[in-house]
C-alpha cells in the first residue's frame, strides 16, 4: 500500500525547523530593536546631555517614523534643559536651535526631506509636568497649534 503525505517523523523534523527558525528571528528582532532605541522599545532613539559626542557622530541623532514619534523624543531630550535652566512661570519655553546649539541632540530634519531642517519649539507645562514639541518643517510638516513667535 503507498499511501501519499508525510508520516509522523517528516512533521515533527518540520515543526522542529520552524521553531528554531521562530526563535532565531525573535532574538535577531530583539537585538535589531535594542540597538534602534534605549530600552529596547518604540520606534527611535534620543540621548541625554550626558553621552559622550565626541566620539559618536550619530549619538545625538534623533530618528522616527512618523512626526508624532519625533516630537515625543525631542520633549524627552528636551527635559533635561529645562531641570538645569529653570525660569520663572508657569510655563517655559525653549527652540530647538537652543537645544542644538547646547548639543542635547543634532539638527533636526524633515522625516521625508532630510535636507529640509525643522525648526520649533518645546513648551515645558510646569503645573502638571508636561512637555510639548511644536515643529515646523517647511511646507512638509507643521505641528498644530505652532507659534511663529515662541520660536525666535
Do not use: R, W
Request: with cysteine; aromatic share 10%; proline share 3%.
Amino acid at each position: 500500500m503507498n499511501q501519499k503525505g508525510f508520516g509522523k517523523l517528516e512533521v515533527m523534523a518540520f515543526l522542529v525547523v520552524v521553531a528554531l527558525s521562530l526563535t532565531i528571528v525573535a532574538i535577531l528582532y530583539n537585538q535589531v530593536m535594542s540597538s534602534v532605541s534605549p530600552g529596547g522599545t518604540g520606534t527611535g532613539t534620543y540621548v541625554t546631555p550626558d553621552q559622550d559626542y565626541e566620539n559618536d557622530d550619530t549619538a545625538n541623532m534623533i530618528m522616527a517614523d512618523d512626526y508624532a514619534s519625533l516630537e515625543k523624543q525631542i520633549a524627552e531630550c528636551s527635559a533635561p534643559y529645562f531641570l538645569s535652566n529653570s525660569q520663572e512661570g508657569d510655563v517655559e519655553v525653549v527652540t530647538i536651535l537652543t537645544l542644538v546649539q547646547n548639543q542635547y541632540f543634532a539638527a533636526v530634519q524633515a522625516l521625508d526631506d532630510p535636507d529640509i531642517l525643522c525648526t520649533g519649539y518645546v513648551e515645558h507645562h510646569k503645573q502638571n509636568g508636561t512637555y510639548q514639541t511644536y515643529l515646523k518643517c517647511e511646507d512638509e510638516y507643521e505641528t498644530a497649534g505652532y507659534d511663529v513667535l515662541k520660536d525666535k
